[in-house]
């Protein structure tokens, strides 16, 4: 007699689930995946009606399936949720171009609304003329950080109140594995944290927290799904991918292993002496953005890049030469200043409140001011 579905018992199996091994129809495997899913968005009591939520939406596959899942979801059990599609271009010519055209592609399929925000529009520089300042060294760094702020800049310019990205179990695994191999215990408390919110920036959570990457691949490709599978042409952050291989080892002796690391980096208690050492949260000065010192790291960065210095910005001793290589000449180009959740949007230009103005109408644009 031919094996049949381990869940339904009536269908045969076409996969082998990767987290469990059990060996399902597609049918189940949808059922399960999306089931599992709402279950980590409901326990964990992610959003509330009416919460109007922006998905990341990079064109990617972890995206795409989110983007897909979450709209079906709502639909499902009625989550009340108005969704939209927030995508960071960061001007990675190859590479970020074409996977936009996928999250276009995307925006039709699922009749998202769709709002793209670019490194060049924000900060003056694309990710290929910041490669050419810097070399193929921290380019990641400079990436992360320009990313984080323009995700927060965007999801005020949308108006929502959280924002979902496609971070996986296999990418929250891997991060606790680099916070140990790191020694960064203050991190390693706050990394399995499905959702974050500081005072000031817009909520942020993971709903795969625990979906596979695998499972991920597999749903894309049962259902069809439309997804860009090219990897950054710029080389990505070379220890994280030592963390990556070593955590593929350690799934395939145990698939568990995903999520017993998530676990135990959940049941890990950091205590204060850890904590201590994260740097009180202020305001930049310069673009009312959260910062832990006088001008946050967009704005330092963006300085050392703008005065030639562009290693300058990365540590915590290249900002000391940065400010002690004399005051800020005029003219440089500076990111348009910050405000959350006001009704009031701000004229990027001058800073000064318009009032009758939309949220929408807030176009951020690159400024020349006298800094200061
Ligand atoms: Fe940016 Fe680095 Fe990711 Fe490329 S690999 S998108 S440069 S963070
Ligand atoms: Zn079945
Ligand atoms: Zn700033």
New binding site residues.
């Given amino acids: 007699m031919p094996r049949l579905c381990a869940l339904c018992s009536a269908q045969r199996p076409i996969l082998k689930r990767p987290k469990t091994g059990q060996q399902i129809c597609k049918t189940c495997f949808f059922h399960v995946f999306e089931t599992e899913v709402h279950n980590t968005i409901t326990e964990a009591k992610l959003f509330q009606p009416g919460d109007r939520v922006a998905i990341g939406a990079s064109g990617g596959k972890d995206s795409t399936v989110l983007a897909h899942v979450m709209k079906m979801l709502n639909d499902r059990y009625n989550y009340g949720l108005e969704l939209f599609l927030l995508s960071i271009d960061?001007g990675?010519t190859g590479?970020?171009d074409d996977s936009l055209e996928t999250v276009k592609q995307n925006q039709k399929e699922y009749d998202l609304p769709l709002k793209i925000l670019s490194y060049n529009e924000l900060y003056g520089w694309t990710?290929d003329s910041i490669?050419e300042a810097v070399g193929r060294k921290n380019?990641?760094t400079?990436?992360?950080v320009f990313?984080r702020q323009a995700l927060d800049r965007g999801a005020a310019m949308l108006g929502v109140d959280h924002i979902v990205t496609g971070h996986n179990a296999d990418d929250v695994a891997e991060t606790v594995l680099m916070n140990i191999m790191r020694g960064d215990i203050a991190r390693l408390g706050r990394c399995t944290a499905i959702c974050t919110q500081g005072e000031d920036t817009i909520k942020r959570s993971k709903p795969f927290k625990y979906t596979y990457e695998k499972e991920i691949v597999m749903y894309a490709y049962f259902k069809r799904l439309t997804y860009f599978s090219t990897?950054?042409?710029?080389?990505?952050?070379a220890y994280r991918g030592h963390a990556r291989s070593f955590l593929k080892l350690l799934e395939a002796a145990r698939p568990s292993a995903i999520i017993d690391i998530i676990h135990s980096g959940e049941a890990c208690e950091v205590g204060e002496e850890a904590t201590k050492e994260l740097k009180e949260r202020k305001i930049c000065k310069r673009c009312g953005y959260i910062a832990s010192n006088d001008l946050c790291k967009a704005c330092t960065l963006l300085e050392g890049l703008e005065r030639g210095m562009a290693n300058a910005g990365i540590t915590d001793r290249g900002r000391k030469q940065l400010e002690a290589s004399g005051p800020t000449p005029d003219g440089l180009r500076t990111i348009p200043f910050f405000q959350m959740n006001t009704d009031t949007p701000l004229d990027s230009a001058s800073s000064t409140p318009i009032p009758g103005q939309t949220v929408d109408a807030r176009i951020p644009a690159v400024v020349h001011v006298t800094a200061g």
Avoid: L, T
């Fill in positions: 960061e990675i590479y970020r990710m490669v380019n990641c400079f990436c992360g990313r990897e950054c042409i710029y080389s990505p952050d």
